[in-house]
């Protein structure tokens, strides 16, 4: 066990393709990787989000990266099938909502129609731009309230 390098970063991304499927598989905690989940996302018309929560427990922390799953799904655009061996798994519609979820630490079974979608939301096809544009509006706003 003293050589494995899973953990180490690598310096290219892998998507999956069968038939008209096309899955980018994240591990959780690439899910703040803004430039990861852009790449998968344009790469994909799926996304497979991993993860192992054993080593927080039964902490908020498997909610929570539900919650950052769910906000990615719709930042994207992308349905996202997420795996955990021991906290939540869900499927998520790529408008945030969850289809189907499992209990928490359950070994269970899910399963829901979804589709595959293509092309760029308003957030990828502006990068990062679009992220000032919504803080400038909002500094806009909260000014216009001060005066």
Not at 47 to 67: H, K
Request: proline share 2%.
């Amino acid at each position: 066990m003293d050589d494995v390098d899973d953990f180490s970063p690598g310096d290219a991304s892998k998507t999956f393709s069968i038939d008209t499927i096309k899955v980018s598989p994240v591990i959780c905690y690439e899910l703040i990787d803004d430039d990861l989940l852009y790449q998968a996302s344009k790469d994909a018309n799926l996304l497979a989000v991993q993860t192992n929560s054993a080593t927080f427990g039964v902490s908020a922390e498997s909610a929570q990266q539900l919650s950052i799953t769910r906000i990615r799904a719709i930042e994207h655009g992308r349905n996202i099938a997420s795996v955990s061996t021991t906290g939540y798994s869900a499927i998520i519609d790529f408008s945030g909502k969850v289809v189907q979820k499992t209990s928490m630490g359950t070994a269970e079974t899910i399963r829901a129609d979804i589709g595959l979608v293509e092309g760029q939301t308003p957030r990828d096809k502006a990068g990062d731009w679009a992220l000032v544009g919504v803080l400038v509006g909002l500094l806009l706003i909260a000014r216009r309230a001060y005066v």
